[in-house]
Nanobody, 126 residues
C-alpha cells in the first residue's frame, strides 16, 4: 500500500519561502509521476505542480509559475515543492499525490492520481 507523508508546512510572512517534502513508501517511487495540489478554505482542491517519473518534465499552475519549483529525489523516495515569493492567496492545505499508473504521462486533473497524503498546512500572513 502506498503511503505519502508531507512535511514542511507552517506560517510564513508574505514574500517568504517554504519547502514542502513528501516521503513515499510502498511501491517503486521512481516509476510514478508525482504532483502537488492545494485546497484553500471554502474552495475546491486545485492543481499546483506535477513532475514525471524521471524528474525531467514538470508543469505548473499559472498562479505559481515562476515562484514554485517541484523536484524529486528518486534515491530518497521524496518529492519536493520549493515555494518562493509566497502570497496570502497561497494559504491552503497542500497535498502530495502519486500517479495511478507507472510510467505514464499524467495531466493536471485529480483523476490521474490514485494516492494522496494527509496534507500539510501553509499559512501566509500579509
Amino acid at each position: 500500500q502506498v503511503q505519502l507523508v508531507e512535511s514542511g508546512g507552517g506560517l510564513v510572512q508574505a514574500g517568504g519561502s517554504l519547502r514542502l517534502s513528501c516521503a513515499a513508501s510502498g511501491r517503486t517511487f521512481s516509476n510514478y509521476a508525482m504532483g502537488w495540489f492545494r485546497q484553500a478554505p471554502g474552495k475546491e482542491r486545485e492543481f499546483v505542480a506535477r513532475i514525471n517519473w524521471s524528474g525531467i518534465t514538470s508543469t505548473y499552475a499559472d498562479s505559481v509559475k515562476g515562484r514554485f519549483t517541484i523536484s524529486r529525489d528518486n534515491a530518497k523516495n521524496t518529492v519536493y515543492l520549493q515555494m518562493n515569493g509566497l502570497k496570502p492567496e497561497d494559504t491552503a492545505v497542500y497535498f502530495c499525490a502519486g500517479a495511478r499508473f507507472a510510467r505514464t504521462v499524467v495531466g493536471s486533473q485529480e483523476i490521474y492520481f490514485g494516492s494522496w497524503g494527509q496534507g500539510t498546512q501553509v499559512t501566509v500572513s500579509s
